[in-house]
């Protein structure tokens, strides 16, 4: 099957197609464009800036990739937006490049789907395997983990991080960091224990979800001596051998601008 374009499509000089690409019709593709082998691009989507995405892309109507970022100090610098293989993107989803101020480049992994109206704005890095619902909003500079979902009409705080196969329930807004298996909600998110669901979903053994669950609830508990830093010390040593439990003893060490989102009381569960 050879690349086909809509006589209707307005592709570029410069824009570099993969083969056996599909352009519907109305789309924008810019020149500083480049798509990967197999994709398509449905109808009415604008691709443009310096923005590069990878094989097997589903791009559908009105999509919106690649414009400039929605940020005041953002001055015409040549920043990217750089997006992986196998991603489905739905209708009015938008994207934009990143910031001088953010290290010029925005990150999207491989076999991501963005529903209807989600946005991920300058900067952010986004692992592979994640799904973001229907409006589900990133602001500037956040960082998600391989295997998140982010719940529908969620919003995630600028520079925050949410680690590997955390769940955000739908409608949260997300102000803090999020620990990785953790899953959050609330009008303002809190902790509300592990995202047991998906880490059955993704094949974690029984012995691993248990020894998650032990490790979270004395991490969080309301009635452990000591701070979350003070018993994380405890945990590393009991479990410096535990891969699962060890990412989240990294994550909450490593720095951050944002604090720890946490149970509201108690250890949440």
Same mark, same amino acid.
């Given at each position: 099957m050879?690349?086909?374009?809509?006589?209707t499509?307005?592709?570029e000089?410069?824009?570099?197609?993969g083969?056996?690409?599909?352009?519907?019709? #109305?789309?924008?593709?810019?020149?500083?464009?480049?798509?990967?082998?197999?994709?398509?691009?449905k109808?009415?989507?604008?691709?443009?800036?310096?923005?590069t995405?990878?094989?097997?892309?589903?791009?559908?109507?009105?999509?919106?990739?690649?414009?400039?970022?929605q940020?005041?100090k953002?001055d015409?610098?040549p920043?990217t937006?750089?997006?992986?293989?196998?991603c489905?993107?739905?209708? #009015?989803?938008?994207?934009?490049?990143?910031?001088?101020?953010?290290?010029m480049?925005t990150?999207?992994?491989?076999?991501?789907?963005?529903?209807?109206?989600s946005?991920v704005?300058?900067d952010?890095?986004?692992?592979?395997?994640?799904?973001m619902?229907? &409006?589900?909003?990133?602001?500037?500079h956040?960082?998600?983990g391989? #295997?998140?979902?982010?719940?529908? &009409?969620?919003?995630?705080?600028?520079?925050a991080?949410i *680690?590997?196969?955390?769940?955000?329930?739908?409608?949260?807004?997300?102000?803090?960091?999020?620990?990785? #298996?953790?899953?959050?909600?609330?009008?303002r998110?809190?902790?509300? *224990?592990?995202?047991?669901?998906?880490?059955?979903r993704?094949?974690?053994?029984?012995?691993?979800v248990?020894?998650?669950r032990?490790?979270?609830?004395?991490l969080?508990?309301?009635?452990?001596?000591?701070?979350?830093l003070?018993?994380?010390?405890?945990v590393?040593?009991?479990?410096?051998?535990?891969?699962?439990?060890?990412?989240i003893?990294?994550?909450?060490?490593?720095?951050?601008?944002?604090?720890?989102?946490?149970?509201?009381?108690? &250890?949440?569960?």
């Open positions: 050879a690349t086909t374009i809509h006589p499509a307005i592709v000089p410069g824009a570099a197609l083969e056996n690409v599909d352009i519907g019709p #109305y789309c924008c593709i810019g020149k500083a464009v480049t798509l990967g082998d197999g994709s398509t691009v109808s009415h989507a604008v691709l443009a800036g310096r923005t995405i990878g094989d097997h892309a589903e791009i559908y109507p009105f999509v919106s990739i690649g414009q400039p970022p940020d005041l953002y015409g610098e920043s937006l750089v997006i992986g293989s196998h489905r993107i739905r209708e #009015y989803v938008t994207m934009n490049p990143g910031t001088e101020g953010g290290g480049v990150s999207v992994g491989d076999h991501c789907l963005f529903m209807v109206g946005h704005a300058h952010c890095q986004v692992g592979n395997h994640v799904i619902a229907n &409006n589900a909003t990133l602001a500037g956040v960082v998600i391989d #295997y998140v979902i982010v719940g529908g &009409n969620s919003a995630i705080h600028q520079f991080r *680690g590997e196969h955390a769940m955000i329930g739908g409608m949260t807004g997300v102000e803090n960091d999020v620990i990785p #298996y953790g899953s959050v909600m609330g009008e998110g809190r902790l509300s *224990g592990l995202n047991i669901i998906g880490l059955k993704r094949g974690f053994t029984r012995e691993q248990h020894n998650l032990s490790v979270y609830k004395f969080f508990s309301d009635v452990e001596g000591g701070t979350v003070e018993r994380l010390d405890d590393a040593a009991r479990h410096s051998s535990d891969a699962e439990i060890m990412d003893v990294r994550f909450i060490r490593s720095d951050s601008s944002r604090g720890l989102t946490q149970p509201k009381n108690g &250890n949440g569960g």
